[in-house]
C-alpha cells in the first residue's frame, strides 16, 4: 500500500534558523497538503500542492512539489517559536470517486528562543 | 466565520458505555470525516460520508457507528465493542465537487479526546 515518509521524525532550532521538512511516497501524489497541529488541537490547512513543480508561500513557510509529484518539501525561513507545533503531510493517493487519502507520521518541530 | 465544531473537547465514559461525539460544520460541505490520531500511528480513517444518508467504513470502523441525516451534522459514536476507545478524535469536511472530493484540502475540527476506563 502507498505510505508517506516524512522527515525528520522531530527537529529543535534556534529562533531564527531555517529549517526544511520532507514529505517522500513511492508513487505519484494526486495532491499533497500540509498542516500545522498544536498538541490537543486539530490540524490547520496551510497548503495544497497538485503540480509537479509546484510550489507556493505563505508568510515564511515555503512548499514545493517535486517534478514527478512523489517528493514534497516544506521550508521555514527564519524561524520563531510561533512555528512550534507538529508539521503533517496528507496525499490523494489515487484518483476515483471513492477518496483514499493517506498521512505522513508527522515531524515534531521546536523552536527555542 | 465557517469552521467545523467538535463537541465535547474532552468526554470521560466507563468501559461498557456507548458514547456519541458531535461534529456540526458549516462551510456546506458535502464530505465529512472522522479520524482518530494516537502516537506514533498518524491519522487512521474511521468512517466518512460524501453525501446525506451516505456513509462509507474507513481503515478502523470496528466498533464505532456513524450517521449523516443532515448535511452539517455527523456524529460518531463510539460504542462498547470498541476495544481501545481511549484516544484523540478528529472530525473533518472537504468540498465534494462533480462526484469527485479528492484535490480538495480538509477542513479540521478542534478534536474530542475520549478517555475511557
Known amino acids: 500500500s502507498q505510505e508517506l515518509e516524512q522527515s525528520p521524525q522531530s527537529l529543535i532550532v534556534q529562533e531564527g534558523k531555517n529549517l526544511t521538512i520532507n514529505c517522500t511516497s513511492s508513487k505519484t501524489l494526486y495532491g499533497l497538503y500540509w498542516y500545522k497541529q498544536k498538541y490537543g488541537e486539530g490540524l490547520i490547512f496551510l497548503m495544497m500542492l497538485q503540480k509537479g513543480g509546484e510550489e507556493k508561500s505563505h508568510e515564511k513557510i515555503t512548499a514545493k512539489l517535486d517534478e514527478k509529484k512523489q517528493q514534497s518539501s516544506l521550508h521555514i525561513t527564519a524561524s520563531q517559536p510561533s512555528h512550534a507545533g507538529i508539521y503533517l503531510c496528507g496525499a490523494d493517493g489515487r484518483a476515483g470517486n471513492n477518496r483514499k487519502l493517506i498521512w505522513g507520521l508527522g515531524t515534531s518541530l521546536a523552536v527555542n528562543p | 466565520d465557517g469552521g467545523i465544531t467538535q463537541s465535547p473537547k474532552y468526554l470521560f465514559r466507563k468501559e461498557g458505555q456507548n458514547v456519541t461525539l458531535s461534529c456540526e460544520q458549516n462551510?456546506?460541505?458535502?464530505?465529512m470525516y472522522w479520524y482518530r490520531q494516537d502516537p506514533g500511528q498518524g491519522l487512521r480513517l474511521i468512517y466518512y460520508s460524501q453525501i446525506v444518508n451516505d456513509f462509507q467504513k474507513g481503515d478502523i470502523a470496528e466498533g464505532y457507528s456513524v450517521s449523516r441525516e443532515k448535511k452539517e451534522s455527523f456524529p460518531l459514536t463510539v460504542t462498547s465493542a470498541q476495544k481501545n476507545p481511549t484516544a484523540f478524535y478528529l472530525c473533518?469536511?472537504?468540498?465534494?465537487?462533480?462526484?469527485?472530493?479528492?484535490?480538495?484540502?480538509?477542513?479540521f475540527g478542534n478534536g474530542t479526546r475520549l478517555t475511557v476506563t
Open positions: 462551510l456546506n460541505h458535502d464530505a
Open positions: 473533518a469536511s472537504s468540498i465534494f465537487r462533480g462526484g469527485q472530493s479528492y484535490n480538495s484540502p480538509l477542513h
